[in-house]
T-cell receptor, first 115, second 114 residues
Framework: AQKVTQAQTEISVVEKEDVTLDCVYETRDTTYYLFWYKQPPSGELVFLIRRNSFDEQNEISGRYSWNFQKSTSSFNFTITASQVVDSAVYFCALSEFNAGNMLTFGGGTRLMVKP | DGGITQSPKYLFRKEGQNVTLSCEQNLNHDAMYWYRQDPGQGLRLIYYSQIVNDFQKGDIAEGYSVSREKKESFPLTVTSAQKNPTAFYLC?????????????FGPGTRLTVL
C-alpha cells in the first residue's frame, strides 16, 4: 500500500530564511509519480511540481527547489529566501502508475513566514 | 478561462438533511474526484470517476453519493447517513491516460452542520 508522511506539521520561520519541507513515501511500484501542492488560506490547492520515479534530477524553479532521493524514499521541498506570501499548507502526494491518477496525500505541513 | 468551479462556497445544513455540492469543469478532463479535508489533516478520497456514467468509491465513501451524467459535472451528495459531515470538500479533475498528470482543484466548499 502506498503512504506519504510529512512529519513536520507546522514550521515557523522569519522572512528571508530558507526552509525545507520533508516528504517520505512508501510504495511497492517501480513506476510512480510524486507531487507537491500548495494550499493558501483561500483553500484551493495549487500544483507546484510533478516528478516521475525515473527522474532523480533535482529541480529548481525560482526560489523553489526539490530534492528527490529514491535511496531514502524522500522528495523534499526547499524554499529559499522565504516570503510572507509563502505562508500556506504544503502537501506532498504520491500516485502509483498502476493506480491510474489516484493520489495519496501526506498530512500536510503548515508553513508560517513571519515578517 | 478553463477551470473548476464549486458551489456554494459555504454551506450550512441541519442534522438529518441531505445536501448536494456542485462541481463543474471546462477542462475537458475525463477524470473527476471528490476529497474531504478535516482541520489539520490531509485530503481523503471520497469518490472518483474516470469516465461518464461510471464512478468508484474512495477511502471514505460511506454516507456520500455521486453521479456522473455529464463529462463536465460531478455532484456530491452528503446524506444524513454521514455522521460527521462538517468539513472542507474539494473537487478535482485530471486527464486520463498513460501518463499520470496532475490534478486540478476547485476552490472548495466548506460544509457546516448546525
Amino acid at each position: 500500500a502506498q503512504k506519504v508522511t510529512q512529519a513536520q506539521t507546522e514550521i515557523s520561520v522569519v522572512e528571508k530564511e530558507d526552509v525545507t519541507l520533508d516528504c517520505v513515501y512508501e510504495t511497492r511500484d517501480t513506476t510512480y509519480y510524486l507531487f507537491w501542492y500548495k494550499q493558501p488560506p483561500s483553500g484551493e490547492l495549487v500544483f507546484l511540481i510533478r516528478r516521475n520515479s525515473f527522474d532523480e534530477q533535482n529541480e529548481i524553479s525560482g526560489r523553489y527547489s526539490w530534492n528527490f532521493q529514491k535511496s531514502t524514499s524522500s522528495f523534499n521541498f526547499t524554499i529559499t529566501a522565504s516570503q510572507v506570501v509563502d505562508s500556506a499548507v504544503y502537501f506532498c502526494a504520491l500516485s502509483e502508475f498502476n493506480a491510474g491518477n489516484m493520489l495519496t496525500f501526506g498530512g500536510g505541513t503548515r508553513l508560517m513566514v513571519k515578517p | 478561462d478553463g477551470g473548476i468551479t464549486q458551489s456554494p462556497k459555504y454551506l450550512f445544513r441541519k442534522e438529518g438533511q441531505n445536501v448536494t455540492l456542485s462541481c463543474e469543469q471546462n477542462l475537458n478532463h475525463d477524470a473527476m474526484y471528490w476529497y474531504r479535508q478535516d482541520p489539520g489533516q490531509g485530503l481523503r478520497l471520497i469518490y472518483y470517476s474516470q469516465i461518464v456514467n461510471d464512478f468508484q468509491k474512495g477511502d471514505i465513501a460511506e454516507g456520500y453519493s455521486v453521479s456522473r451524467e455529464k463529462k463536465e459535472s460531478f455532484p456530491l451528495t452528503v446524506t444524513s447517513a454521514q455522521k460527521n459531515p462538517t468539513a472542507f470538500y474539494l473537487c478535482a479533475s485530471s486527464i486520463q491516460g498513460q501518463v499520470v498528470g496532475e490534478q486540478f482543484f476547485g476552490p472548495g466548499t466548506r460544509l457546516t452542520v448546525l
